[in-house]
């Protein structure tokens, strides 16, 4: 299922991934803790933040996988480990699942 068209990535260190339940778990850029330790080498993989497609949005990539990956019908969702956030799936019953509300907030 999980396959972006787009091949552009865009974002920064800011962005990340969060679950609230059954713990809240937040997954920050892994570049980020790197750039505190002085480890100036980030790899490519390790700063693929977002892409967005008329067919999908994905959030973190790397690995052959998506931290978090939306369908164009925003009904199906896919979550792996990715590079960019080296984070578990987000979805602790299974990778797939299919998504009942989604909720857009933007900060100006």
Known sequence: MAQTKSGQYFGTGETFLFVLSPK??????????????????????????????????CIGSGGGKFGLF?????TR?????????????LSSISNQFNIAVIEVISFC
């Open 77 to 89: 969702g896919e979550s792996d480990r990715c590079d960019t956030f080296a984070n578990e799936p």
């Open 70 to 74: 939306i369908d164009e019908s925003l």
């Open 24 to 57: 809240v778990v937040k997954y920050d850029w892994v570049g980020k803790q790197k750039c505190n330790e002085s480890q100036s080498q980030v790899s490519h993989s390790e700063q693929l933040f977002m892409s967005a497609s008329s067919r999908s949005l």
